[in-house]
């Protein structure tokens, strides 16, 4: 049953004064408040190691809320549901402090003691967190308690495997929700229902029609304050083994037999389970790896990577990842899923190409007409949609064909933009629904597709950079495809209104 108000909870948010939380979570809060969607028996502690008042945090939240533009009227009376918690959660002696403001708290808001504890701070201390809240008793609750854990989720699969042993000694699986805000996205939760709700697609989606499939995500942005973080991770980590693969997984996926979280990801982990493993040795057939030297983006000059403030100026790490996936199943044998993702591209976007096998044969080339293939273009973001390419008569006294596409934007329908994706989590955790999360199979079948593509890069040094600011990355991109025939669409040529 699908509730409609979310249920009396307090929040405790770890990393109240960080940047995820002022630029996504209070701005999400504030809207799910101001659609009456959160209940009024609802309050956050937030919690930093440095020292505010209340009064000073609810400012604090005030501003993120304005600076996002979010509509006023509400804003006051919804700061007053947020309290303040000086806590070092490294240091053991002040979580008593913090569970007798939760106790109050919980009894104040007639919260029945349900619990949700958002970790948004740096991964380093997520185990220590969870052991800790067992510890000094925030667990030991009557209400629901769930824990909100960002990513990254571990640095290889051994980290992850550590990670996920500590926080389990203190939460069951089902009381984990592991963020991937790709999940939350409005396009990319449409997957499933453009697969599986269309009679037009579903016959089609495999590999006696689809000759392959090409997912981009670019961004514009270089590594901007989050150097430090990106030399440890790269491109490979910090959007491959998390978002890219989630989107594979719902592209490749069989039907459930239910739409439920269970069904979903166990779904979603079968195809992850299928992927095809890549050895060491043969990284380099299906893998390339990029980093951005200087280049013009929007007209400026913008600095190489190794130029960026806290990194290494001779680092190894790439900012841009290529790869040719392969899933050893019935469906999908033979057909390749080319992702790339990186940072300092030509544009911010995210789509999905689905390209269709050519027919048998071509009836109208006597009259100088090549066909194009088909495709199903899914437009994640800037813009959501759907856009289907196909080929028709060209009007008047001829057989000649010609391109046409079919579209459909999410703008034409909704008229207003569509939630925020952490906006859409943050309902789902509040909610108790972790379909959109990643389970732990998940997150573990994805490091081991993962970690022999960088060992073997952290073994060799790269010739970077290797490609300029403001492109689609390195020439060995392009050439990935050509060695199997087939090329990249030109992305920025495919959105909905050109
Ligand atoms: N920012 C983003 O866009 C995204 C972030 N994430 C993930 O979200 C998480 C948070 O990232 P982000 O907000 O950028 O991080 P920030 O570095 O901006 O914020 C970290 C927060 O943690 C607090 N903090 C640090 N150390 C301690 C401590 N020992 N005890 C208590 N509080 C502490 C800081 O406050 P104080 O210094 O006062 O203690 C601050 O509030 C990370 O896991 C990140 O990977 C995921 C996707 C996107
Ligand atoms: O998780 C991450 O995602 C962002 C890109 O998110 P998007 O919603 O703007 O597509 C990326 O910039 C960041 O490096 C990564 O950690």
Redesign the pocket.
Known sequence: MIQTNTPATLVLL????????K??LYPSLYNLYEKGILSEQFAVIG????RLTHEQYRNWVKDSVETFGMPQEKIGKFIRHFYFQS????DENSYRELKGLADELDEKYAANGNRIFYL????E?FGTVAESLKEYGFTDTKGFKRLVI???FGWDLSSAVELNERIRSAFSEKEIYRID?YLGKEMVQNIEVIRFANAIFEPLWNNRYISNIQITSGETLGVEERGR?YEKNGALRDMVQNHMLQIVSLLAMEPPIRLTTDEIRSEKVKVLRALHPIEKKDVHKYFVRGQYGRGIIGGKEVPAYREEPMVDPNSNTETFVAGKLMIDNFRWAGVPFYIRTGKRMQAKTLKIVVQFKDIPMNLYYRNGSSLNPNLLVIHIQPEEGITLHLNVKKSGRTMETTPVKLNFSNKNVDGINTPEAYEKLLYDILRGDATNFTHWDEVAYSWNFVDPISEAWAEEKADFPNYAAGTFGPKAADELLQRDGFFWWPITNLNIDD
Do not use: Q
């Not at 919690?47 to 440095?50: D, G, K, L, N």
């Not at 806590?87 to 490294?90: A, E, L, Q, S």
């Open positions: 770890f990393g109240a004064t960080g940047d995820l939380a630029r996504k919690i930093a190691r440095r806590h070092d959660v490294t948004a701070m740096s991964p201390f960002e990513k990254p805000h973080y």
